[in-house]
């Protein structure tokens, strides 16, 4: 019962961390119809960015400037780079992601060295704010949870509820009307990529510490986001944020599970002395998600909640 | 005629000083994680390596050579490692360093196994610093490779005597990565345990992807709810550091028997709830008692490479057999160098290190240490030190543990 408390409370924080990071890259791709191969490269600009204003000044300051300098990063990106690159279809912009995503790991090796920084959990949110069936749940991580669902209902309220939202969203589908109704149609653009860039840089900034912050956590993070953008179906939020949901509990209860491939399916005669049957769920943890993918590309292509096929 | 005749000559005089230039320097090749999660581990044994070189040039060298040592960033990845070994091959090393990942070594001696058979006159020797799967110094013995760290069945028993002795311990965890070294750490442990404590209950054995999970939480979760008094780990690395960030989270307050504990950052991410509480077991630790020249060595580490703190004792250790053994040889080519390593001894700063013959497994004296807050020297730049546990001290006859290698020796 208090591995599956624990898990369920570490999940949803996991998946909302997923959430923030696969937010910005499904926006953009139902924007420009590109995959930011970049984006987790946002991530860990992010987490860097926040080692160094929070090593000069405090969290809290980092916490605020550190995604909005990812976010603005990510909007001369595309102003300079892919916007110039557009012009020449999707496979060009593609390949100048694809080599963004290099290019920003080379940098910060340069920069911030080849291994590991000490970026900390800020002192005054280090201790444990509540026991759980005798393990104490940090403060950091409910903390981590209060950003997130901040960060979703602004997302939400921003989309939804402005003027500014609803010009956004018409251009993501009919940018030539939009941009016959007056609007500045590249400006939407460039701000929206700006936006997701920042929203993949506060993920940066607020898991960076409580994980590890060094040049392969981009490359690391990576593939996970792309599965959940295509799981929940590419484009859409909702999708994103029910797949996002989806992983992050389903890989903190695998862990929980101590069952073996042969306890599942002993009754197909598979014993635990084979090599399958040996198998145990929860050393299969980090592979569900990928298992996930595949399967959602056999038997729905569109994604849970996406509305074109890939 | 004259410029012809001045061409020739500096033809010749250019390929003297060439020869002569690679006469002059011993070439040994570092092939190890130098960037990713295991980063810090590559370097900061490299670190040591250089300084032990660099200390060996300034005293003369080896039978007057200088000795190189150029690092290869192998990613932990075996296939890496080969493209590497092949570089470092095209560029003259006839000694090849490594330790990090068992996965990597293994791929490494059959390598340098395959390319000794090919090239006779040209055999590399490795020297493995910190692989520590017993297999490598048992049925897979080889006469190129040598071993300068305590292997898993050696470690283990030291923390299984020290299990022993903890009438208090009823229930013990595994956790380990998910590879030929924590397989091996499982399964020593399980075998010992058996032998040594038959009333402990296994209580968890887990394997976990090596160098992929972020978070530990969930396992440490699963730790706490197995009601574990002690909690046995293989990790390294990232794996060792993370695994104690989400222990000391959780604020249990669980033991942890480790290997590698002194992986960077480990202490640093337990802070104060480390104290008591995270153990490893060791060749040596800066804080037991030694010679004034090791403590300037210790100090001079720490001086030069400020991000990282004297923890590959054996670093030193291996570049010192070395250089008795290619002293004792009168040569520094592989051959003589390897056959003078068999059966050598040397005093070390914690005691002796001796290279059994029958299966290049080094025999030395091991430590159990604790995390204290009262020692002379803190380790990641918190005041938090290695300490001696009573009793932690396994002398190199207790430690030494029987080898079924059949040694084959070039004729």
Request: with cysteine; proline share 4%; net charge neutral.
């Amino acid at each position: 019962m208090e591995t599956i408390v624990f898990a369920l409370v570490n999940g949803v924080i996991y998946g909302l961390l997923l959430f923030m990071l696969s937010s910005g890259l499904t926006l953009i791709f139902s924007m420009m119809g590109v995959l930011n191969f970049a984006h987790a490269s946002f991530y860990m600009l992010g987490a860097f960015f926040a080692y160094t204003i929070m090593g000069a000044t405090s969290f809290w300051l980092a916490l605020i400037f550190a995604p909005i300098l990812v976010g603005l990063i990510g909007a001369a990106v595309e102003r300079y780079g892919l916007r110039r690159v557009h012009v020449n279809g999707h496979v060009a912009e593609l390949l100048f992601t694809f080599g963004l995503a290099y290019l920003i790991e080379e940098i910060v090796k340069i920069v911030y060295g080849k291994t590991a920084v000490n970026y900390r959990v800020p002192s005054i949110l280090d201790f444990p704010a509540v026991q759980i069936y005798g393990a104490d749940l940090p403060a950091y991580r409910i903390f981590m949870l209060f950003v997130a669902m901040a960060m979703l209902i602004g997302l939400w309220l921003l989309l939804r509820r402005t003027r500014a939202g609803l010009i956004i969203q018409a251009a993501l589908s009919h940018p030539h009307m939009v941009g016959h109704l007056g609007h500045n149609v590249p400006l939407i653009f460039m701000t929206v990529f700006g936006i997701g860039c920042a929203l993949a840089g506060l993920a940066g900034v607020i898991a960076g510490n409580i994980f590890v912050t060094d040049p392969s956590m981009a490359v690391q993070m990576g593939p996970i986001v792309f599965v959940v953008v295509v799981v929940g179906g590419i484009g859409s939020l909702e999708g994103a944020f029910v797949a996002s949901l989806l992983i992050g509990l389903l890989q903190n209860l695998a862990v929980g599970i101590n069952a073996s491939f042969a306890d599942i399916f002993g009754f197909l005669g598979l014993t635990s002395a084979s090599e399958v049957g040996s198998i145990t769920v929860s050393s299969l943890g980090p592979v569900l998600p990928f298992l996930l993918l595949v399967l959602i590309l056999i038997f729905r292509p569109q994604g849970l909640m996406g509305e074109r096929e890939l | 005629m004259n410029i012809k005749k001045t061409a020739i000559l500096a033809a010749a005089l250019s390929v003297f000083t060439l020869t002569a230039a690679t006469a002059d320097t011993i070439k040994m090749a570092f092939i190890d994680p130098l960037s990713g999660p295991f980063g810090p581990s590559g370097e900061s044994a490299y670190t040591s390596f250089q300084l032990a070189a660099e200390h060996i040039n300034a005293a003369g060298g080896v039978n007057g050579d200088k000795v190189e040592i150029t690092g290869y960033d192998n990613k932990v990845n075996p296939k890496e490692s080969l493209v590497q070994l092949q570089k470092a091959l095209d560029d003259g090393a006839r000694y090849i360093v490594q330790g990090n990942g068992s996965s990597v070594a293994s791929a490494l001696i059959k390598a340098v196994n395959k390319y000794n058979a090919r090239n006779p006159g040209h055999e590399v020797l490795f020297f493995n610093y910190a692989a520590v799967t017993p297999a490598f110094t048992n049925e897979m013995c080889s006469f190129w490779h040598f071993r300068f760290d305590a292997h898993a069945d050696m470690k283990m028993a030291a923390i299984t005597d020290w299990i022993k002795q903890n009438p208090d311990i009823h229930k013990v965890y595994i956790i380990g990565q998910d590879y030929v070294f924590g397989q091996a750490v499982a399964k020593a442990a399980v075998e010992q345990l058996a032998k040594k404590r038959p009333d402990i209950k296994i209580v968890g054995n887990e394997l976990h992807p090596l160098g992929k999970v972020k978070d530990f939480t969930p396992y440490t979760q699963k730790i706490i709810s197995s009601g574990a008094d002690a909690v046995i780990t293989g990790n390294w690395g990232a794996d060792m550091q993370l695994l104690m960030k989400a222990a000391a989270e959780s604020g249990s307050s669980v033991p942890y028997l480790t290997f590698y504990g002194g992986s960077k950052g480990t202490v640093a991410a337990l802070g104060a709830a480390g104290v008591g509480r995270l153990y490893q077991v060791s060749e040596g630790i800066t804080n037991l008692p030694a010679s004034p020249e090791q403590y300037a060595l210790i100090e001079e580490y720490k001086k030069r490479f400020p991000q990282y703190d004297y923890y590959y004792h054996r670093a030193f250790n291996t570049m010192a057999m070395f250089k008795a053994a290619a002293e004792k040889a009168g040569s520094v080519e592989p051959i003589p160098v390897a056959h003078a390593l068999e059966g050598l001894s040397i005093d070390q700063a914690y005691g002796k290190a001796i290279m059994r013959a029958s299966d290049h497994q080094v025999q030395q004296p091991l430590y159990i240490s604790v995390v204290s807050d009262d020692v002379k020297y803190g380790v990641d730049d918190t005041k938090y030190g290695w300490k001696l546990v009573p009793g932690g001290t396994i002398s190199l006859e207790a430690a030494e543990q029987p080898t079924t290698c059949k040694m084959k020796r070039p004729t």
